[in-house]
């Protein structure tokens, strides 16, 4: 069955980065975009921006331009998002998602991976 | 940015009564429009895509409908189970954007 394994959460403190990947299994990893997605009480849900996991191709959302790079690993089947320049607002669980044959809807999700950034 | 405004933002029901949550877009957008489930420390999950088509493994008590700008998810007949947020996220702009949510809650 698809599964997306996200890793741990990370406690950044403002000005770093973090790097939180997306493990992949039970399909064909390159044939299916992977996209994120930003989740906080306030902002709600926010979409971030998609790669397409064959060529490496990206489509990011305006506002997350300069904030979140996404990369793949094909040889692990796993999706990177590094989110650079961290500040609290930056604070939030941020999910990776799959669809089942165009970009969206999401039918797949990974767990969330909480960051947290703080002093 | 198409803007989703979902209402109401709380729906208060008893189990057993069917209920309506409302999702209306800022512009047009055919029946682009995708209906999630959110429980308390989980991932959204897909129930309903492009207004009203169903996806496998969901119970049939969820239905969705509507077209341009005006979409609805039908309940019908609540379960404990149900309790939960529920959102709308629309995919006609590639820009994808989400409603606020609305939460129904056991009253």
């Known amino acids: 069955q698809v599964q997306l394994q996200q890793s741990g959460a990370e406690l950044a403190k403002p000005g770093s980065s973090v790097k939180i990947s997306c493990k992949a299994s039970?399909?064909?990893?390159?044939?299916?975009?992977i996209s994120w997605i930003k989740q906080t009480t306030g902002q709600g849900l926010e979409y971030i921006g998609y790669?397409?996991?064959?060529?490496?191709?990206?489509n990011y959302n305006e506002k997350f331009k300069g904030k979140a790079t996404l990369t793949v690993d094909k040889s692990s089947s796993t999706a990177f998002m590094q989110l650079s320049s961290l500040t609290p607002d930056d604070s939030a669980v941020y999910y990776c998602?799959?669809?089942?044959?165009?970009?969206?809807?999401?039918?797949?999700w990974g767990q969330g991976t909480l960051v947290t950034v703080s002093s | 940015n198409i803007v989703l405004t979902q209402s109401p933002a709380t729906l208060s029901v008893t189990p057993g009564e069917s209920v309506s949550l409302s999702c209306r877009a800022s512009?047009?957008?055919?029946?682009?429009i995708h209906w999630y489930q959110q429980k308390s420390n989980e991932s959204p999950r897909l129930l309903i895509k492009?207004?009203?088509q169903s996806i496998s493994g969901i119970p049939s008590r969820f239905s969705g409908s509507g077209s341009g700008t005006d979409f609805t998810l039908s309940i019908n007949r609540v379960e404990s189970e149900d309790f939960s947020i529920y959102y709308c996220?629309?995919?006609?702009?590639?820009?994808?954007?989400f409603g606020a949510g609305t939460k129904l809650e056991l009253k």
């Open positions: 998602a799959r669809g089942a044959m165009m970009v969206s809807p999401f039918a797949y």
């Open positions: 039970g399909y064909t990893f390159t044939s299916y975009y």
């Open positions: 790669i397409n996991t064959g060529s490496g191709g990206t």
């Open positions: 512009q047009s957008i055919s029946t682009s």
């Open positions: 492009y207004a009203s």
């Open positions: 996220q629309q995919s006609y702009s590639s820009l994808y954007t």
